[in-house]
């Protein structure tokens, strides 16, 4: 057996129901719990030192593999009965597709999760090289329970800020994972994220559908960090916050055909947060569709932070009722305690072009708030058009200190764009770290 191979590792506490074939319900608990980042290792197959674990290999419970052969009843009876061990892995061999044709979902709501599982996750993937996860099937999440809680912070009474967030479980994570496709699936209203993705790399994401309330709280449809050449393509997207965000230390991303909305459209960051050093490039979305949602294309940065956002594309992307259609926002606060602070994460080489549609009057269609001693730099825009979604006078954009170059006359015009290379009032050394 190679390391490389599809593990879901499980310890005691696991809860597992299967209702009539192949629809079924599943908790499970990797051996050393990734949240919020992997800590250790995984156990190496071919060291002494597991031994202790014992391996349900779903081979030899009868599964077949072949992509035909309907092998539920096979791994049913090796995870129950790797649940007997104290300590178990689940092993389907390396080249086999994890198909998913049923229904998968978790117990329902925070009451019912049991006690000695983390909240924070509920299908792991932990070191996978080689997997491909198809099917027709469907992972619904039964959120609805968990956005009750404050997984945000929330409004109290006298204008003040109760605090957040809350342990919601991640759909399905992968970490420290390579190779992967993810391809058709169905997942909805999962408690926190749909799916995300860390420290992984050449990663395919197909035809996957996507659907929350659009007020569910922090279900982000697909949020990739710290990966590297990473594929979104032919999706859709509904849900209550960002179709897809990119987090720190993410470069090589294509984003292509994706319909998105309701939503918080598709987001760089947050990045910066506590004086952090975030790194973000080679980005690309193009031929998409963003619909009454509460932005469009974004990158956001809070204050104080440091790194860089750069080499980032948006190309031909149609805005439909779109309240934020193009959006720089290097002051993003959830709350109203923050402080103002002199550092920034660098924003540059960002091209908008052929982005067209309607915008949500309530807003400018183009806000770009750069930093007061960062300048952002290098922003271009060619055949943008946004016209007002309920035929009311046009708004004019809105920008603060944003350096770039118009390649064709926009709509509105974007008149507040500055021209030529800005003063860097920090030393590059302390901007630009990337």
């Known amino acids: 057996m190679e390391s490389s191979r ?148 929330q409004k ?30 169905k997942v909805r209203n999962s408690p926190q994220f749909h799916f995300r993705f860390d420290n992984c790399r050449d990663v395919l994401i197909d035809s996957l559908f996507i659907k929350a309330s659009s007020l569910s709280p922090n279900t982000d449809g697909i949020h990739i960090e710290n990966s590297n050449n990473v594929k979104i393509y032919n999706s859709v997207v509904s849900n209550g916050d960002d179709c897809v965000s990119i987090g720190a230390g993410t470069f090589n991303v294509d984003i292509k055909n994706i319909t998105c909305g309701p939503s918080h459209g598709i987001s760089i960051g947050s990045l910066g947060i506590r004086n952090s050093r975030a790194c973000v490039s080679n980005i690309t979305v193009t031929n998409s569709v963003i619909k009454h949602s509460d932005n469009g294309v974004r990158i956001k940065t809070w204050q104080g932070g440091y790194g860089a956002v750069s080499r980032v594309t948006f190309n031909n992307i149609r805005m439909d ?13 959830q709350t109203k305690g923050c402080i103002n602070q002199t550092s920034a994460v660098l924003i540059s080489d960002v091209l908008y072009a052929n982005i067209k549609g309607t915008y949500d009057v309530r807003s400018p269609p183009m806000h770009l708030a750069c930093s007061d001693t960062v300048p952002c730099t290098n922003l271009t825009l060619s055949g943008v058009e946004l016209l007002p979604a309920q035929g009311y006078s046009i708004s004019d954009p809105f920008c603060w200190n944003a350096y770039g170059d118009l390649k064709t006359l926009t709509i509105p015009p974007l008149f507040c764009l500055l021209e030529g290379i800005p003063p860097m009032h920090l030393p590059q050394d302390e901007v630009d770290q990337c």
């Open 321 to 333: 009722t779109v309240r934020n259609p193009i959006m720089i926002d290097q002051y993003y606060c």
């Open 6 to 153: 599809l593990l879901f590792v499980l310890v005691l506490s696991i809860s597992l129901c299967f209702y009539e074939q192949p629809h079924f319900c599943v908790l499970g608990q990797i051996y050393i719990a990734p949240s919020p980042a992997p800590q250790g290792a995984m156990p190496d197959l071919n060291d002494n030192s597991s031994k202790s674990a014992t391996i349900f290999n779903v081979l030899s419970f009868g599964a077949v593999g072949d992509g035909v052969t309907d092998d539920t009843q096979a791994v049913k009876m090796a995870w129950d009965a790797a649940c007997q061990s104290e300590l178990a892995i689940l092993l389907v061999p390396k080249h086999f597709t994890f198909m998913i044709d049923g229904t998968l979902m978790p117990p329902d709501g925070p009451d019912s999760w049991p006690k000695s599982n983390s909240r924070r996750q509920w299908l792991v993937f932990y070191r996978v090289n080689g997997m491909s996860m198809q099917g027709a099937g469907l992972i619904d999440g039964r959120g609805e329970k968990w956005w009750k809680l404050p997984c945000k912070p």
């Open 156 to 185: 109290g009474a006298n204008g003040t800020t109760l605090p957040g967030p809350c342990d919601s479980p991640v759909a399905m994570r992968f970490f420290m994972s390579s190779n992967l496709t993810v391809k058709g699936l």
